[in-house]
Each structure stands twice: as structure tokens, then as C-alpha cells.
């Protein structure tokens, strides 16, 4: 795929979509580290409904350590491995309070050692609750990445660079959501909805279905 070609794909996902953001549901950047490691292996919709429950009666470091393994692990049962993920989170609080104040930190290094936050998450952090231009890639963007020919890899470090490399720094921000949102709802995995994707004429998908074309 081309750089025009690159430029006119996020020039049009912007230009439907200006302001793209996470669909998890949170007010600070401890509540967002707790919902993207509950996110693991699950839907937004499922960790939505579980923060519900959880936020109102403990969102910070303290007050989820004051639940107690039993506690929170009552609270986010509905989603899966959610006896891991509270372990988890529970030594993330302390090591928050221990060694950060109590705050998220706002570096790579610092966030990648706090259990159950890998690479990934980070980005999403550092991304997402900090602005800062990186793309976390998890199985929708490594999909769509491959499957339109926009940054194609073999695992998803080689994507994240290839997409760092290739979209233009301008789109760089945005461009994790745009490509989350454009993967679960338009391209998706079993059945992409070629007839109703927005850069059917960019995309270059060898079985793509070609819009106005009879299926």
C-alpha cells in the first residue's frame, strides 16, 4: 500500500469520526488501567458493566485494596479470568501506593512492570489517559492492519512499528480507536461488511466484496 493511499484511509476515518476514544467507560487514569486489564480476553461491554458495579464503591488504589481479594473478586465475576485479574490488580494497588503515590505512572518502563500490563496496555495508558501518539495493537488492529494491507506484520510488535512508520504522524493519535472501532464494527473477523466499509476502493483485501457488486 502506498503513502496516498495510507493518508486518504485516516483522512476519511477522521473526517467521520473526529474526536475517537475508548468505549470503556472511565473518569480517571487509575479507573482506565483497571478497565484495559480487565479488558483482557473480554468486551468492553463486559468490563463496562463490571466497573459499574465497581467505581461507585472503590476507584482508587486504597479503597479496592480495602475490598479485599473477596471483595473485588465478587465485583467483576461476570468476566472472564477474573480471579487472575483480581490478584492482579490488587498487587498493582499496592505497588501504586507503595511506589507512585498512588497515581498511574506515565512512562512505558514504570507501567510495564505492574502486573498483568504488558506492552499493550501500556499504549493504551500512555495513549489514551496521557495523549501520547502511541498505537496499541491488539487482534482488531493486527487484523485490519494485515487484512487492508495498511501495515502488515507477522506479531503485533511488528505491526505497531510498521503502523508508526506508515500513517502520518498527524493521524498518530487517533489512530489506535479509528482502527479498533473500524475492525469490531465494520471489518470484522468472520464476516467483513465490505459493502458498507468506508475504504472499500483503499482497502487491499484479495476476498474483499466490491461495493455495488451483488454478493
Known amino acids: 500500500m502506498n503513502p496516498t493511499k495510507r493518508r486518504e484511509i485516516f483522512t476519511r476515518f477522521k473526517a467521520a469520526n473526529p474526536h475517537p476514544t475508548t468505549e470503556l467507560e472511565y473518569s480517571t487514569p487509575f479507573e482506565l488501567l483497571v478497565a484495559v486489564v480487565l479488558s483482557a480476553q473480554a468486551t468492553d461491554r463486559s468490563v463496562n458493566l463490571a466497573t459499574r458495579k465497581l467505581f461507585p464503591q472503590a476507584n482508587s488504589p486504597e479503597k ?69 501518539p502511541t498505537i496499541a495493537v491488539d487482534t482488531h488492529i493486527f487484523r485490519v492492519a494485515n487484512r487492508t494491507g495498511i501495515a502488515p506484520g507477522k506479531n503485533v510488535l511488528e505491526v505497531e512499528l510498521k503502523l508508526l512508520k506508515f500513517i502520518p504522524q498527524e493521524f498518530h493519535h487517533d489512530a489506535h480507536h479509528w482502527l479498533i472501532l473500524h475492525g469490531r464494527y465494520v471489518c470484522k473477523a468472520r464476516k467483513p461488511e465490505c459493502t458498507i466499509c468506508s475504504i472499500n476502493d483503499l482497502c487491499e483485501f484479495k476476498g474483499k466484496i466490491l461495493k455495488n457488486h451483488p454478493i
Open 64 to 132: 479496592i485494596l480495602a475490598l479485599g481479594e473477596a471483595g473485588l473478586r465478587d465485583a467483576i465475576k461476570s468476566i472472564g479470568l477474573f480471579k487472575t485479574k483480581a490478584k492482579n490488580i490488587l498487587v498493582t494497588c499496592k505497588l501504586l501506593i507503595q511506589h507512585h503515590g498512588s497515581q498511574v505512572p506515565q512512562t512505558r518502563d514504570q507501567l510495564e512492570k505492574l502486573p498483568g500490563v504488558g506492552r499493550k496496555t501500556a499504549n493504551v495508558m500512555l495513549n489514551t489517559a496521557f495523549d501520547e
